[in-house]
């Protein structure tokens, strides 16, 4: 097939395939906004991959791929894991977690080279490249909306833990980007704190007491049990308050 046969349907894709980024990888979900049906789709990319305008990447991925001096360029370790990522966490039942999140909301600075994905599905580990993807358990049902908040207390969850850092300046931070949330994401952040283990919800009840938000903290303290001690390695100068959270 030449270029002067191109179908109307097969220069619409392949129009809004290079208007992506160079060899960005696609999904069938990404032509959702043409109109097109799945079996338009399916014979239109199949057609395109045929003649050569369009690589086939794997099940239901293409791409444009940009030309290099030996051919045309292979898609990216980065690209193929975010391809990956992109449809691991499609049911939005999924969301991206763990020192790669950590270090983008400026928490570690340790690179990470793996991914972690909280699932409420038990999943064996995938390897692209040299990027492993790990998953690991949600707690309680995800909702769209809650991967900001999630993210923030799988990072509380994890103080003592995070690589290259310092839990008191890591919850310096952490206070910084709680305080930064709207009124109805620092409820959002309570509701879903209640899934946490207790020593999640005594830090994420303190450091809202300590942003002025008594009411949304009290809701959490009634969650807690009174004798518990929560030992974090946190000094009264990194929570002035963890005495009357029973953090240690």
Do not use: C
Request: charged residues 25%; glycine residues 6%.
């Amino acid at each position: 097939m030449n270029r002067s046969r191109t179908s109307p349907t097969q220069l619409r894709l392949l129009r809004h395939l290079r208007q992506q980024a160079a060899g960005q990888i696609v999904r069938y979900e990404d032509f959702a906004d043409l109109g097109f049906s799945v079996s338009a789709l399916a014979s239109a990319l199949s057609r395109l991959t045929q003649s050569g305008q369009v690589q086939r990447v794997g099940k239901g991925q293409y791409r444009v791929a940009p030309a290099g001096r030996f051919g045309p360029v292979p898609p990216s370790e980065q690209q193929l894991v975010q391809s990956s990522l992109r449809r691991t966490t499609r049911d939005n039942q999924t969301y991206p977690t763990g020192n790669a999140v950590f270090n983008q909301l400026g928490l570690t600075t340790q690179v990470a080279a793996e991914i972690e994905i909280a699932t409420p599905r038990r999943k064996e580990p995938q390897r692209i490249g040299h990027v492993r993807i790990r998953f690991v358990p949600s707690q309680g049902d995800v909702k769209p909306d809650e991967v900001e908040v999630r993210q923030l207390l799988d990072a509380l969850r994890r103080l003592k833990r995070l690589p290259a850092s310092e839990p008191a300046a890591v919850l310096q931070q952490l206070s910084r980007k709680i305080a930064a949330l709207s009124a109805s994401d620092k409820q959002k952040l309570v509701r879903v704190a209640k899934h946490y283990n207790p020593a999640t919800r005594a830090l994420t009840g303190a450091l809202l007491e300590g942003l002025q938000e008594p009411k949304l903290a009290a809701h959490l303290a009634k969650t807690l049990n009174s004798l518990t001690r929560y030992r974090l390695g946190l000094s009264a100068q990194a929570l002035p308050n963890r005495d009357a959270w029973r953090i240690q």
